[in-house]
């Protein structure tokens, strides 16, 4: 049985820090990469940030380039995202999600959410201002 589980959301001030983990069990993070998206009432699930474990390569939206890190320890099977400057709009419902890897080797980085094989439940995630 595939599980992701995400922890560590909150209430944060803004400019503050918080970091959210995403443990993944049932699935080989050699075969899926792991993304984290977040959503808001009335709005699109959006990428936030994905992280591929056969080369480790990373991919953030703009807006949080230079604020977001994305990492993971393959032993422990986690995910963290470390959030620093939050600002209002960072608040959101923050997933993440696992997206099943091309057979030849390469690392595929999705940035929607249509391809994602599996998902967590969600954990809020809220920045005042």
């Known amino acids: 049985q595939v599980q992701l589980v995400e922890s560590g959301g909150g209430l944060v001030q803004f400019g503050g820090s918080l970091r959210v983990s995403c443990v993944v069990s049932?699935?080989?993070?050699?075969?899926?990469?792991i993304g984290w998206f977040r959503q808001v009432p009335g709005k699109k699930r959006e990428g936030v940030s994905i992280?591929?474990?056969?080369?480790?390569?990373?991919y953030y939206r703009e807006d949080v380039k230079g604020r977001f890190t994305i990492s993971g320890d393959n032993a422990k099977n986690t995910i963290i995202l470390q959030m620093r400057s939050l600002k209002p709009e960072d608040t959101a419902v923050y997933y993440c999600?696992?997206?099943?890897?091309?057979?030849?080797?390469?690392?595929?980085?999705?940035?929607?959410?249509?391809?994602?094989?599996?998902w967590g439940q969600g954990i809020q995630v809220t920045v005042s201002s």
């Open positions: 049932g699935i080989s993070l050699e075969e899926f990469a």
């Open positions: 992280i591929s474990f056969r080369d480790g390569s990373t």
């Open positions: 999600g696992a997206v099943q890897q091309p057979v030849d080797g390469s690392s595929w980085l999705p940035f929607f959410p249509d391809p994602y094989d599996y």
